[in-house]
């Protein structure tokens, strides 16, 4: 489709993908995991039998890169050769290994009268998959989708459309021969931005939208769209010192949580620490962070042991810096502690270091994260770290799924109630 | 607080009582079983101690029922006696009697270098419930709420005003003797609809809205709120009569989802039968349904074995009618009733009537409702029927909960990690 597409053109376009995907998303529920499998593993060599179909179409999306204005790191991210489509393939593999969801009986009772009652995990039924220029994402994200028994609209974005849709063509090719519906895995063949807005809209034909990409464009789905988004906006986490913390612990957690990788949503942003230890542990942990370029943004009453660090104002508290900055606040008591990180933090992750099981008891209650470490680095809350397989995104939303999302955050329940010709009286 | 308070007094009031709410809620998920169930048992208590002003407040509402418009059902649904008073505190001590869905461990798992981790249940946190004019939900819904850790903001009908502030008077005042955080319950003092416009924009102080009420309150709802709902719109509940079924246990199964109560969601609206046993078993169905004076409207197919039903309208077979009529098809296969109803139907609960196992498991596949019957009436899609105990409302949505919501779907879960200083390489 053309990008000059008049705005019904593109609106029928939009509905007829979404319905399709509906309809293929109830065929999708009844296939068997066999099935699924097969054409994950399939998909896996088909991918190596086209790879000079897709390495061409990636020099098309590589050529226009600069055109799009993309930066050396993210030429690297969208560049494909054998290896790394190699590396797509294995990923496919890894899926097949995982446990399919579908069909868990969760919990199952028979009633007094007779009646039977299952409560069986099934799809959500068609995901609405946005994300940005790396092409593997679009391998894995088809992959996780119809191994939970989904169907999926793929959006991704036009600095890989040409790499996407050779991957695309395969996974459909391959779909079709092993006995999946046609709409199992689609992708958007308009980088047009109404086209978002259109699918938005669905909510009757889609059932949940995933997000996965900056700040904006995440604020901006989940303002527009009529059905639930699983997503994170940011991830402003908080390593806390307790009273009763072993400070040389304490100060390798921070530098871990700090400085293993800045970049990330579950990399530490802020310190807090107990007034009791604040004198003796803020030196040894500044040492620490000065060994990295760290700058401090300290509180007042910080300062008075790190003589160097820039005073804090009230933005710092609710700041994910994403590079070489944290904030450090000195707080009179665990519960401070843990009002300050409801508070301004993200409800991504947040860790205490302590030896006390009541402290520790006390701060996994009280504060409100998808993850809560005790001794541990904020580095860990990860899908991967979990062993919790392949991961679609991580959720700072508390409703239906909440931290690392994979195949079984894609699903949903429905109860299946036998019996024999019974009636209510 | 009155009618006439400005916008900026009112959204400060709404503020205040959502912030209190919230600080609540971090309280709420600390506090342990009994004392829970000591509140709700001294609350029951308490109730029966108050009914005298209970009972006068009661009176100020009735008093005020006929210039609300109140009709005599509606009237007598308000209407408080010492008995109803009595039944109100009973239901208190039924949810005593439930388990506590918080701390459960969902899954726990040690991993390869030792770290631990507990996927555990925790609350959603802040509940913001709307309701219409019975008083009784009031104490049912805190109850409901507060058991399963949350603190609840209560917006009631105005026309059960001062029944719901008398009960909550008496929930509020053991809260606070029974060492529960004084923001647990609290009832909206205003019936100025703008307040529940300000609430609803609160998402970072409201985990969740449950409307209860009519569809046109539920559409303004889920419209209007920036947080997750948990809804229902309707419920145009179908009977498929599969070729093989046992035509008299039909016909028994639909008189009871159609009649045996026909203003509520899970009653039957739509009936389709398989076109091989149409011509058998329609008329014993007709028969049926003639004796409890049942319009039939039905397709052309339908209408050659029911001479006397009205011609259906497409119109028809959306519809939701709370009352004595019902759409009948004919469908030429179960794929296409499946499909019927996954187009037309509220994903609410749908019924096949089958003696065939593979007619069963692939209706139960195929169907995407909260719950599908098998050989049995659609009237037992409810919580209690299920035996879940005591309900705040039920979903037909997939995200997060579907069907019968009860104190576990209240809940969400967060991970516990646990370590001795792990850091991550």
Redesign the interface.
């Known amino acids: 489709m053309s990008e000059s597409a008049s705005t019904e053109t593109l609106q029928a376009y939009c509905q007829s993908v979404a319905e399709s995907a509906r309809e293929a998303?109830?065929q999708l529920?009844?296939l068997d995991t066999a099935t699924k499998n097969r054409w994950l593993e399939a998909s896996a060599l088909a991918l190596m039998d086209s790879v000079d179909v897709i390495l061409a179409s990636n020099q098309r999306d590589l050529e226009s890169a600069t055109e799009y204005g993309l930066n050396d790191a993210s030429i690297d991210r969208l560049r494909l050769d054998e290896s790394r489509l190699a590396g797509i393939a294995q990923a496919l593999r890894e899926i097949v290994a995982l446990p399919d969801p579908i069909g868990e009986v969760i919990t199952g009772?028979t009633?007094p009268g007779g009646?039977r009652?299952q409560k069986t995990r099934?799809p959500?039924?068609v995901v609405f998959f946005i994300y940005e220029s790396r092409p593997n994402v679009t391998a894995d994200a088809a992959a996780i989708c119809v191994k939970s028994g989904n169907a999926v609209i793929l959006r991704g974005g036009k600095e890989a459309i040409h790499s996407s849709q050779a991957i695309v063509d395969v996974l459909s090719q391959t779909a079709s021969q092993h006995g999946l519906p046609s709409g199992a895995v689609q992708l958007v063949n308009t980088t047009d931005r109404e086209a978002v807005g259109h699918f938005l809209r669905m909510d009757h034909l889609i059932?949940?939208t995933i997000p996965r990409g900056g700040e904006g464009l995440i604020r901006r789905v989940a303002n527009e769209a009529t059905m639930?988004v699983i997503k994170h906006f940011d991830g402003n986490c908080h390593v806390y010192v307790d009273a009763d913390a072993?400070l040389e612990?304490a100060a390798?957690?921070i530098?871990?949580s700090k400085c293993?990788r800045m970049g990330v949503c579950n990399a530490c942003e802020s310190l807090l620490v107990h007034h009791d230890v604040a004198e003796q542990a803020l030196p040894i942990i500044a040492d620490r962070l000065r060994t990295h370029q760290i700058e401090i943004r300290a509180d007042e009453r910080a300062r008075k042991y790190i003589h160097d660090a820039i005073p804090a104002v009230p933005e710092d508290w609710g700041a994910e810096y994403l590079g070489p900055k944290i904030s450090v606040a000195v707080v009179d008591s665990l519960d401070a502690a843990?009002?300050h990180i409801?508070r301004f933090g993200s409800r991504h992750t947040d860790a205490i270091v302590t030896d006390s099981l009541q402290a520790?008891n006390?701060f996994?209650?009280?504060v409100?994260?998808?993850?809560?470490?005790?001794?541990?680095?904020t580095?860990?809350?990860d899908g991967g770290?979990?062993?919790l397989g392949a991961e679609i995104g991580i959720s700072t939303?508390?409703?239906?799924a909440?931290?690392p999302c994979g195949l079984r955050e894609l699903t949903?329940?429905?109860?299946?109630?036998?019996?024999?010709?019974?009636?209510?009286?």
């Open positions: 998303s109830y529920a009844t009772f009633r009646l009652i099934v959500l039924g059932d949940v639930p072993d612990m390798t957690i530098e871990n293993q843990a009002s409801n520790a006390r996994t209650q009280l409100d994260s998808s993850a809560v470490m005790v001794n541990a680095s580095r860990f809350n770290m979990f062993g939303d508390k409703f239906h909440r931290g949903t329940y429905k109860y299946i109630v036998n019996g024999d010709g019974h009636i209510r009286t």
